[in-house]
């Protein structure tokens, strides 16, 4: 199984055990206000052949969805989205999700489309970037770790194809995550700064979106052919300025949520209790001392 899609799995382990509140013993390994996730709901959400492969990056990332998500959920609460009729149906099995989810739309919705003159005037001071075209590559994993490690491999040396037919999560693994050529307006939103910022053969940060985790490479750059009109790039100019202004206030509001709870992540904690459960197994396992779980501890 690719990393990418255990760790999928684990946010969802992560996110059922939060809404358990179980009368478990253990330490609270994640905490937000008066919200708990000990230890023990932690990992008896995660299926024993799931846990025994992911590493402690993923069972950190995990923790810090865990956080975000109970901070949208407690803010969906005071908004009112818990009291709706329709919406109580739908919450026996992943309330706390459906909540977050729910305020997080409300929220976005709320924040106004750019008007057609913001758009015109955006175009008219980047009209030049709309004829250029570029040719990227790029991988697609689901979880920032894995995108962090898959980076460092790349800057170490290792061919950009080579990673990307290995490790993407994309249908354009298979030709080492070669993209063709396009122009502004062509990609997806949080891609295209970057891709237009990078000089040719140079591979930019991690990028993330609602794919998941990206990382791109520009592999060609020429300028095109005639000078775009407006009328031809109007709808990707408004749609591209509206979702980067709805990105910049869903961060702002994520650090505004965040300064108003206590949120702790114990990583020391998490340590602690991964490296109990590879001494529980080991002794478990006695007669196989040889055998090691995927778990990574530094």
């Not at 009368?23 to 709901?41: G, K, P």
């Not at 305020?103 to 709320?110: G, N, P, Q, Y």
């Not at 008007?115 to 075209?133: C, G, K, L, N, V």
């Amino acid at each position: 199984m690719r990393r990418g899609a255990l760790f999928a799995v684990l946010c969802v382990a992560a996110g059922v055990a939060a809404g358990c509140g179980s009368d478990d013993t253990s330490e609270a390994i994640a905490r937000v206000d008066n919200s708990v996730l000990t230890a023990d709901e932690f990992y008896a959400s995660v299926p024993e052949q799931l846990l025994a492969v992911m590493s402690l990056d993923d069972q950190e990332e995990a923790l810090k969805t865990w956080a975000k998500t109970e901070l949208f959920y407690t803010e969906g609460l005071r908004r009112g989205f818990g009291d709706d009729t329709g919406l109580r149906r739908r919450l026996k099995k992943i309330e706390r999700e459906l909540v977050a989810e729910e305020c997080i739309r409300d929220f976005v919705e709320d924040i106004p489309e750019v008007t057609e003159e913001e758009a015109m005037d955006y175009f008219q001071e980047h009209r030049s970037t709309y004829s250029i075209q570029v040719r990227l590559a790029h991988i697609l994993v689901r979880s920032r770790p894995e995108a962090e490690r898959v980076l460092a491999e790349i800057r170490a040396g290792t061919p950009f194809e080579n990673v990307a037919s290995g490790v993407s999560i994309d249908q354009t693994a298979a030709q080492g995550g070669d993209l063709g050529y396009m122009r502004r307006g062509e990609m997806v939103h949080e891609l295209e700064e970057a891709a237009f910022e990078l000089k040719v053969g140079e591979v930019g940060n991690v990028i993330e979106s609602s794919y998941g985790y990206h990382i791109i490479k520009v592999l060609d750059r020429h300028p095109g052919a005639g000078q775009p009109s407006f009328d031809s790039k109007q709808a990707a100019v408004m749609s591209f300025l509206t979702s980067q202004r709805r990105r910049t206030a869903f961060d702002d509001w994520l650090i505004e949520l965040e300064e108003r709870a206590t949120v702790i992540i114990d990583t020391m904690l998490l340590r602690e209790e991964a490296r109990a459960r590879i001494r529980s197994d080991s002794d478990t396992h006695e007669e196989a001392p040889s055998e090691t779980t995927g778990v990574v501890i530094p």
